[in-house]
């Protein structure tokens, strides 16, 4: 097995991203793929794609150490 992961990371707006917060993040993004598949028929549509990063965006409100983003 590898090294135990570090538990939080600072991105460059200094939030403080958890595992957990990562891993949401990740999930959320992979559900939606015309957030990241050019091939998508939506992914041109750039209004959608603003909108479906403000639900991930909003869904990640859980975590407390990231509210604000």
Known sequence: MSAPREASLMNADNFIWSQKAEVAL??????????????????KKHILRKYAFQRVADSLKMFPSLQGI
Not at 33 to 38: E, I, M, N, T, Y
Request: hydrophobic share 35%; proline share 6%.
């Open 26 to 43: 990740l999930e959320q993004v992979r559900e939606v793929k015309h957030l990241w598949d050019p091939q998508d028929e939506l992914y």
